[in-house]
């Protein structure tokens, strides 16, 4: 077939795909989702006809069925890009929260410098780091809090993303910068590269590992956490979804490691973690 066919074919299957979800169809991909990463689409529905119809329908795909048969049938891993980049939110800035990482400032970075003043080595886990301002804000925190010593520490940052198009976006580091980022930090930690838009300083790069992991699998990192930030990435799941995920986390972390949520998630009472603010929680020693 030359191009030429290849491309009429494709436009005539893209004019003809029917948008329509059927139940049976919602059904396996919804299964499918919650099962392999974790994710609740079973109250979106809208929202998967509404992102996935224009991209299948580019594709070449005649109907949602014919792209949920193909994905269950052979896992292609560009199809699943795709459908998790379209269906979960990359939204996240700087200072997000910033009441939240006020705390995190003055009461942990302290007690984590000091109970690591020997081996000044930190072990931390930005889960679903998204397009890596999480780990990044975290870094010029410890680097204020750790002065000219810095360079004498090990505070790399394991962040981790299920999406491939954020962990490309973290990894360029490239963002327009809200006003609540200090004009200090501009000039130490960023390129300015014209407009509101900034470059993270290498130094700054150079201490954040991006790893792409689902959290619906073992967690099974060479060391346990000091610190697991794990903000507004749990909104996706279910509550055992949620619950059997904390208990992982819970193993994951060193004893009076922290775990910081996002205001707008909960711990189940039952948690094993110790509440010690809003969503802040340690375990205990």
Known sequence: MTDTEK??????????????????????????????????LWQKRQLVTSRLAAPLRAKGYSNFNEFIDHLLRTNDQGEVTLLLDKLTTNYTFFMREQEHLEFFRKNIIPDLLERHKSDKTLSIWSAGCSTGEEPYNLTMYFMDALGSSASSWDTRILATDISNRALTAAKEGVYELPATVPNEWKRRYF???????????????????????????????KRKFDLIFCRNVMIYFDQPTKDSLVERFFAATNPGGYFLISYSENLSPGTPYRRIAPATFQKPR
Do not use: C, W
């Open 7 to 40: 491309n009429n074919t494709t436009s005539f299957l893209s004019s003809n795909f029917k948008p329509d979800l059927s139940d049976e169809a919602f059904r396996r991909l919804a299964t499918h989702i919650q099962q392999t990463y974790g994710i609740n």
């Open 191 to 221: 390129t300015h590269e014209g407009g509101d838009t900034y470059r993270v300083q290498p130094f700054v790069r150079d201490n954040v590992i991006f790893q792409k992991f689902n959290l619906m699998d073992p967690i099974q990192f």
